[in-house]
């Protein structure tokens, strides 16, 4: 089990800067896949990106390609979201999430971002992020 704490939402305007913060707790943060995502009421929650915790390339989808940007610091066990050049559609609520990694692979965590977040056992409460034009 990991438990994990999201920091860092709040409101700004378009085409600003926030950087949400989640820090996990729990468990070995090196063997999980994290990830983020996002949701608005009434709609599918939507995977924002993921890192392997062991290593490797972060990946982010295409909708937020070029704006936001993932990042880890393993020794502090917490994965970053770098949103920049924000768009009133980027606001939602934000979550992280972690799931233990079985084949120590960051392929492996890029293909259980499919499936808005269902293949993800632990959860943050989340954090909001409103961004007005």
């Known amino acids: 089990q990991v438990q994990l704490a999201e920091f860092g939402g709040g409101s700004v305007q378009a085409g600003g800067s926030l950087r949400l913060s989640c820090v996990a707790s729990g468990d070995t943060y090196s063997r999980n896949c994290m990830g983020w995502f996002r949701q608005v009421p009434g709609k599918e929650r939507e995977g924002v990106g993921v890192?392997?915790?062991?290593?490797?390339?972060?990946y982010v989808a295409d909708s937020v390609k070029g704006r936001f940007t993932i990042s880890q610091d393993i020794l502090k066990n917490t994965v970053y979201l770098q949103m920049n050049s924000l768009k009133p559609e980027d606001t939602a609520e934000y979550y992280c999430?972690?799931?233990?990694?079985?084949?120590?692979?960051?392929?492996?965590?890029?293909?259980?971002?499919?499936?808005?977040?269902?293949?993800?056992?632990?959860w943050g409460q989340g954090t909001q992020v409103t961004v007005s034009s």
């Open positions: 999430a972690a799931e233990l990694n079985p084949v120590d692979s960051g392929g492996y965590c890029y293909t259980i971002l499919e499936g808005s977040g269902v293949n993800f056992a632990n």
């Open positions: 890192i392997y915790g062991g290593g490797g390339l972060p």
